[in-house]
């Protein structure tokens, strides 16, 4: 099977892995698709580029390689479902991410108020439902100001590994988040952003979103 054959296969499949192609210098358009279980198809040569964990160009031996993630669309898991979560929702669809909105309360966590996400789950945080929708390659952000939905959330989004975790707050919210983790013994705390996003200095609810959405897709990035 060839290397663009194996690819659209594994697109189908929602597999993950990394395409290489050489791009400049000695074997141009060389290409190694190489999947998460280790399968590799392509020129081997390509192999010891296989680590790559976002995608981005590497230089070696005189030569320019494209590594490429291949994969499941960017999965965005969002606490709240605020103004601000509609907002991130809209961002994530023309980006091609696939949102989910998580909140306990029905009566917020409705069709009507999140037109834009995709997916909708009334659950509290700290469920084995909502710690299934999380893994290493999931963005996690929390826009909720109570402290008995923020801190399961964030408590969650580590252990799962998520690559990156955000939070809504100031300087004080995030302490008392911290201290409450702390208590929890909950690792990898300084990995929280607080306050969530780029500094664009918007304060409106899209503004809000669309500084979250250029953090979390510079992380991507490998920025």
Partial sequence: ???????????EREERGVLL?????EGLGAKLLVLDDGERVGDESLAPYAGAEASGTVEAEGRTILAELVGP??????FGAVDVAESLCAYARVLGWRTVVV???????????????????VAWPDTDEVAALIDERTAVVS????????????????GQGAFY????????AQ?????ALEARGVGGIERIVGPVGLPLGGNTPPEIALAIAAEILSRTNGG
């Fill in 165 to 172: 975790v955000g939070a809504l707050g100031s300087k004080r």
């Fill in 21 to 25: 192609t050489v791009v400049a210098g």
């Fill in 103 to 121: 909140d306990p309360r029905p009566g917020l966590a409705t069709r009507e108020r999140l037109p834009s996400a995709d997916e909708i789950v």
């Fill in 1 to 11: 099977m060839g290397v663009w054959e194996r690819l659209r296969e594994a697109l």
């Fill in 143 to 158: 826009l909720v100001h109570e402290e008995r939905l923020d801190v399961p959330a964030m408590a969650t989004a580590l």
């Fill in 175 to 179: 302490e008392k988040r911290r201290a």
């Fill in 73 to 78: 669309p960017l999965r965005v898991v969002i």
